[in-house]
Nanobody
Framework: QVQLVESGGGLVQAGGSLRLSCAAS????????VAWFHQAPGKEREFVAA????????PYADSVKGRFTISRDNAKNTVYLQMNSLKPEDTAVYYC????????????????????WGQGTQVTVSS
C-alpha cells in the first residue's frame, strides 16, 4: 500500500503561481511512476504531467506545456508540480497518483493505469 497526501493548493489570481506537493508513505517511492491529474466540476479527470521511475519527464498535457513543471525528490518521498502563469481554466482539484506496474522509463496518461491516489487538493484561479 502507498499513501499519498497532496498539499499546496489554494486561491490565486490569474498569472500567479502555486507549488503542489505529493508526499508518499508506505513503500519505496522511487519504485513508481508518479503523475498529476486534475478534475474540474462536471468534467472527467485529465492528465497533467508524469515522471517516470528513472526521472524522465513525460510530455506534458498541451494545456499546461511551458507553464507547469513536475519534479521528484526520492529522498523526501515527494513529487512536486510547479504551476506558473496560472489561468482560470486551471481551476480544478489536483490529484497525484502512483503506478505500481510502470517500466523504468515509461509512464501513462491514462487514469486507469494508476493504482494509488491522493485525496486531491483544490486549486482555484480567479480572473
Amino acid at each position: 500500500q502507498v499513501q499519498l497526501v497532496e498539499s499546496g493548493g489554494g486561491l490565486v489570481q490569474a498569472g500567479g503561481s502555486l507549488r503542489l506537493s505529493c508526499a508518499a508513505s508506505g513503500r519505496t517511492f522511487s519504485n513508481y511512476a508518479v503523475a498529476w491529474f486534475h478534475q474540474a466540476p462536471g468534467k472527467e479527470r485529465e492528465f497533467v504531467a508524469a515522471i517516470t521511475r528513472s526521472g524522465r519527464i513525460a510530455p506534458y498535457a498541451d494545456s499546461v506545456k511551458g507553464r507547469f513543471t513536475i519534479s521528484r525528490d526520492n529522498a523526501k518521498n515527494t513529487v512536486y508540480l510547479q504551476m506558473n502563469s496560472l489561468k482560470p481554466e486551471d481551476t480544478a482539484v489536483y490529484y497525484c497518483a502512483v503506478d505500481d506496474n510502470s517500466g523504468y522509463y515509461t509512464s501513462s496518461v491514462q487514469p486507469t493505469a494508476y493504482d494509488y491516489w491522493g485525496q486531491g487538493t483544490q486549486v482555484t484561479v480567479s480572473s
